[in-house]
């Protein structure tokens, strides 16, 4: 599906306070932003930021950095973030970027968790290297992550899920506790935030998968 271009979309990234406009001037300095020495967790891929708002709102004590491609859908999380009571929290950032630059923006063991909610499944095999868990993206999040750092991965997608699975353990990351069918798992459940697609798609029935890993 095309993604519609929205054109106020790049002004009003440019001058909202929230969105970071240099990453790369922040590599090693994460924590200066947020003037705190609380963990950094981020989303890739945050879509139109349900997910992230509502972590940020529940938990004060940690830094979120959202990460988005496309400016005409972070408009979308700008907006949400300005209009539902969002703007007083201190403790949230966006940045509009492509995510294969991640090590660019942050250094090494400067992140504590990385989520990653209902990626592009990519399906076609000549572009499994595009998908945000194969070993090409393990690799970078390696360099980011502190010991003992996490993923979180969500998806209604069985054969990305399966995919995932595969590459993990692959990449040598220890994978923790995972589930075909999240809402119906009593640890992993507990405290679930749902996303936009997450949402959509149990309304349609469909289980929702969910893995954690920690890296190598």
Same mark, same amino acid.
């Given at each position: 599906?095309?993604?519609?271009?929205?054109?106020?979309?790049?002004?009003?990234?440019?001058?909202?306070?929230?969105?970071?406009?240099?990453?790369?001037?922040?590599?090693?300095?994460?924590?200066?932003?947020?003037?705190?020495?609380?963990?950094?967790?981020?989303?890739?891929?945050?879509? &139109?930021?349900?997910?992230?708002?509502?972590?940020?709102?529940?938990?004060?004590?940690?830094?979120?950095?959202? /990460?988005?491609?496309?400016?005409?859908?972070?408009?979308?999380?700008?907006?949400?973030?300005?209009?539902?009571?969002?703007?007083?929290?201190?403790?949230?950032?966006?940045?509009?970027?492509?995510?294969?630059?991640?090590?660019?923006?942050?250094?090494?063991?400067?992140?504590?968790?990385?989520?990653?909610?209902?990626?592009?499944?990519?399906? &076609?095999?000549?572009?499994?290297?595009?998908?945000?868990?194969?070993?090409?993206?393990?690799?970078?999040?390696?360099?980011?992550?502190?010991?003992?750092?996490?993923?979180?991965?969500?998806?209604?997608?069985?054969?990305?899920?399966?995919?995932?699975?595969?590459? /993990?353990?692959?990449?040598?990351?220890?994978?923790?506790?995972?589930?075909?069918?999240?809402?119906?798992?009593?640890?992993?459940?507990?405290?679930?935030?749902?996303?936009?697609?997450?949402? &959509?798609?149990?309304?349609?029935?469909?289980?929702?998968?969910?893995?954690?890993?920690?890296?190598?």
């Amino acid at each position: 599906m095309r993604l519609r271009n929205i054109p106020r979309a790049e002004s009003t990234i440019q001058v909202h306070p929230a969105v970071i406009k240099r990453p790369d001037a922040q590599k090693g300095c994460w924590r200066q932003v947020f003037g705190n020495i609380n963990p950094v967790h981020i989303e890739i891929g945050m879509g &139109k930021g349900s997910f992230l708002l509502n972590m940020a709102a529940m938990n004060p004590e940690i830094n979120f950095v959202g /990460i988005e491609r496309y400016t005409s859908v972070l408009l979308r999380a700008v907006e949400r973030y300005d209009t539902d009571g969002f703007n007083e929290l201190q403790n949230i950032r966006f940045i509009c970027m492509d995510a294969r630059n991640i090590d660019e923006v942050f250094a090494n063991n400067e992140v504590e968790k990385i989520y990653l909610n209902f990626s592009d499944p990519w399906p &076609k095999a000549r572009h499994a290297k595009r998908r945000l868990t194969s070993i090409d993206f393990l690799r970078r999040y390696e360099k980011i992550l502190a010991p003992g750092g996490q993923i979180e991965f969500k998806t209604d997608n069985t054969a990305l899920f399966n995919f995932s699975l595969e590459q /993990i353990k692959e990449a040598g990351w220890t994978l923790g506790n995972y589930t075909y069918d999240l809402h119906h798992h009593e640890i992993l459940n507990q405290n679930n935030i749902m996303t936009e697609y997450e949402i &959509k798609f149990s309304a349609k029935g469909n289980p929702i998968n969910k893995l954690i890993a920690v890296r190598k």
